[in-house]
């Protein structure tokens, strides 16, 4: 068996720390660079039941290119999103990435740009009531993320918009609140006394709000598609939203039940929002240590605008090569999902340890962006390192913020787009400082900023 992580107890192994809820990210931490000084890999016991952690990129690739099926953890969301990309079986998996991949090609993508620009100058306009003291931005980002996640991805009216910024919105924050709380319970892991619990009670009452929003979007969509013949050019340079291209498989095809339809929308608004959110928090909280970042963000987007005031365009976005820098760089160091699991359906041989059947392995993002092939500096932010091939690591799995092998997420350029363009708004219009020696996080599936997140922001003269 690999070196079992410090702090087991006899017969419950590593339960008892489950439920400190407030330490739990950094045990993850001191998880981590265990496994990173022991070989790459070692054993979390809950119980007599094994999770394998992993912080080798060789031996994270095999096995979740053989391990298809998420971890039991994500099944706690099943209400909600059972046979989305995140969660759905491997076969389900499969199947329908292949269907949805054409609406995340970067020809399709490019048709969002215009929304993009749209949200994040409100975004930009709602930060003018904010200047000039601390402030926490995790509500104006949420507002921005959610906005453009909806607008992207259901094409809303103004109308149905408001239900999506108000209740939707509100569902989501709450039930990831729940989620998480389940799973630093252990025994409410238990189906028997999950069902008894108040708990299960809350989750019940937000998911049917969140389908009470949704199925009439759907059906109101699908009478205007029908109305307009179902049209679906692939190649039209027109903004057309997720649900339109769910819909049409749906109804052509018969690729997708409503059901499956409101779980893939509520999986990309899970994936998105607050991913993104946290993001760009942490990317903000980095320009606004790192001054001389900062400016060079400003004169590279300058640059790319011709310092003219205007709006981003999808020939702009590309040229934003620092900007990306520090996106990656930021994601390298506080990758916004730490660890991803997935279920061991077969024995398998990772160097000289077998993983059973049965098991359950878990990827260190964190870790593997701490390995030693990104050299002595790996604990420091140095965005000028993905400008040089030479300074990066020689492996395909050394970035894995996005994830790793197979099931990777489908929406990685549509969220480097949307940060882009967010700092791209508000570095040209705002100054940024923040103090990151105060900067405290608490593992809530994503990597939540507690402490010390604060961003001044003052106007550009």
């Not at 079986?89 to 969002?112: D, M, S």
């Not at 620009?117 to 931005?137: D, H, W």
């Not at 024995?347 to 050299?375: E, F």
Request: aromatic share 10%; proline share 5%; charged share 25%.
């Amino acid at each position: 068996m690999p070196p079992v992580v410090p702090g087991a107890l006899p017969l419950i192994g590593h339960t008892h720390r489950l439920t400190e809820f407030e330490k739990i990210w950094n045990i993850l931490e001191q998880t981590s660079i265990f496994t990173l000084n022991n070989g790459g890999i070692s054993v979390i016991k809950i119980c007599e039941y094994n999770i394998y952690i992993l912080t080798d990129p060789d031996l994270s690739l095999m096995a979740y290119n053989i391990c298809l099926n998420k971890m039991y953890f994500y099944h706690f969301t099943d209400d909600l999103v059972a046979n989305g990309l995140i969660t759905s079986e491997a076969q389900t998996w499969k199947i329908h990435r292949k269907l949805i991949n054409p609406v995340f090609n970067q020809q399709n993508l490019n048709n969002f740009i215009d929304e993009m620009n749209v949200q994040t100058k409100r975004l930009v306009s709602e930060l003018s009531t904010m200047l000039g003291k601390p402030v926490n931005i995790r509500k104006p980002l949420v507002k921005y993320t959610m906005n453009i996640t909806s607008r992207t991805t259901l094409g809303l009216t103004a109308e149905d918009q408001t239900l999506i910024e108000k209740d939707y919105a509100h569902a989501f924050e709450v039930l990831s609140v729940l989620y998480y709380e389940r799973a630093t319970k252990p025994w409410l892991h238990l189906p028997f006394f999950f069902k008894k619990s108040a708990l299960k009670r809350k989750q019940d009452k937000l998911t049917e709000t969140v389908k009470n929003i949704l199925t009439p979007i759907i059906q109101k969509r699908r009478l205007e598609m029908k109305m307009n013949s179902y049209i679906n050019n692939e190649n039209d340079d027109k903004f057309q939203p997720v649900l339109n291209r769910l819909l049409y498989l749906a109804d052509e095809q018969n690729a997708f039940t409503d059901t499956e339809i409101r779980e893939h929308l509520n999986t990309f608004v899970i994936a998105a929002y607050d991913t993104t959110t946290v993001s760009l928090t942490l990317i903000l909280m980095m320009i606004g240590w790192h001054k001389d970042v900062q400016e060079r963000i400003y004169n590279e987007i300058q640059e790319v605008l011709n310092n003219e005031d205007r709006d981003f365009t999808k020939n702009d976005l590309p040229k934003l090569v620092y900007v990306e820098a520090v996106i990656k760089e930021t994601l390298r160091l506080y990758p916004t999902i730490p660890y991803i699991g997935r279920q061991v359906n077969r024995d398998i041989v990772l160097g000289k340890y077998t993983l059973p059947a049965g098991s359950t392995c878990g990827i260190s993002l964190y870790g593997i962006h701490r390995h030693p092939m990104w050299g002595k500096d790996a604990d420091q932010f140095i965005p000028d390192r993905w400008l040089d091939p030479a300074r990066l690591p020689n492996h395909p799995n050394a970035f894995v913020a996005f994830g790793v092998g197979k099931r990777y997420c489908i929406g990685k350029q549509y969220s480097m787009m949307a940060m882009k363009t967010a700092i791209g708004h508000i570095v040209r219009e705002y100054h940024v400082h923040s103090d990151l020696s105060r900067l405290k996080f608490q593992y809530e599936v994503v990597l939540q900023p507690t402490k010390g997140h604060r961003i001044t922001f003052t106007k550009r003269k």
